[in-house]
């Protein structure tokens, strides 16, 4: 089973702001990354590190931290911001990696 | 530009093996350790370990050692993905993900192969 939990599914009005939460153990000592997937590709690095967004990635996504939780947010949802995200992070051996179980972003 | 690109798909019995490839370009491949995924039909992302391509050690996660190899080829800059025996439940798209080291607490995966789809079907 995995140890970052996400909620399956949100949904955002578009141009409105939602935030996607990943909890487990490990997020208090390790810092996650966040991934964007849409249908039929490659998953996309949009998050990383304390609050990084690699070259070519909108501003209006962010992401923090607190305690045993992770966040990514998505400030003035696009319509093309519609995806699969999951997180990642190291599990609570810090050895291994472990994805969180997915949220499916709909935007209304 | 920097890419990984991966194997085309493959069609595969049970009990066979199937070795999927991932050639990295624009970059320096031994400066850069290698992670692969799995995604079954449906599914979330799956962590299925890592290899050190400066020592070619691999790390496997639970439930993917025994049947699952991954290896190099540095003189290609090319890792791989070998399964064997392969099970019904083994179909999936399998991807290699560049891993940057962010901090002594964080890495992340910068460069995503497209994904090899393996089916597994008598």
């Known amino acids: 089973s995995s140890e970052l939990t996400q909620d399956p599914a949100v949904s955002v009005a578009l141009g409105q702001t939602v935030r996607i939460t990943c909890q487990g153990d490990?997020?208090?000592?390790?810092?996650a990354s966040w991934y964007q997937q849409k249908p039929g590709q490659a998953p996309v690095l949009v998050i990383y590190g304390k609050n990084n967004r690699p070259s070519g990635i909108p501003d209006r996504f962010s992401g923090s931290s607190s305690g045993n939780t992770a966040s990514l947010t998505i400030t003035g949802a696009q319509a093309e911001d519609e995806a699969d995200y999951y997180c990642?992070?190291?599990?609570?051996?810090?050895?291994?990696?472990?994805f969180g179980t997915g949220t499916k972003v709909t935007v209304l | 530009q920097v890419q990984l690109v991966q194997s085309g798909s493959e069609l595969k019995k049970p009990g066979a093996s199937v070795k999927v490839s991932c050639k990295a370009s624009g970059y320096t491949f031994t400066s850069y350790a290698m992670n692969w995924v799995r995604q079954a039909p449906g599914q979330g992302l799956e962590w299925m370990g890592w290899?050190?391509?400066?020592?070619?050690?691999?790390t496997y996660a639970q439930g993917f050692t025994g049947r699952f190899v991954f290896s190099l080829d540095t003189s290609v800059s090319t890792a791989y993905l070998q399964i064997s025996s392969l099970k019904a439940e083994d179909t999936a798209v399998y991807y290699c993900?560049?891993?940057?080291?962010?901090?002594?607490?964080?890495?992340?995966?910068?460069?995503w192969g497209k994904g090899t789809t393996v089916t597994v079907s008598s």
């Open positions: 993900a560049r891993v940057r080291v962010y901090s002594r607490i964080s890495n992340y995966m910068d460069v």
């Open positions: 290899i050190n391509t400066n020592t070619g050690n691999p």
């Open positions: 990642n992070s190291r599990d609570s051996s810090g050895n291994h990696e472990v």
């Open positions: 490990s997020l208090r000592s390790y810092y």
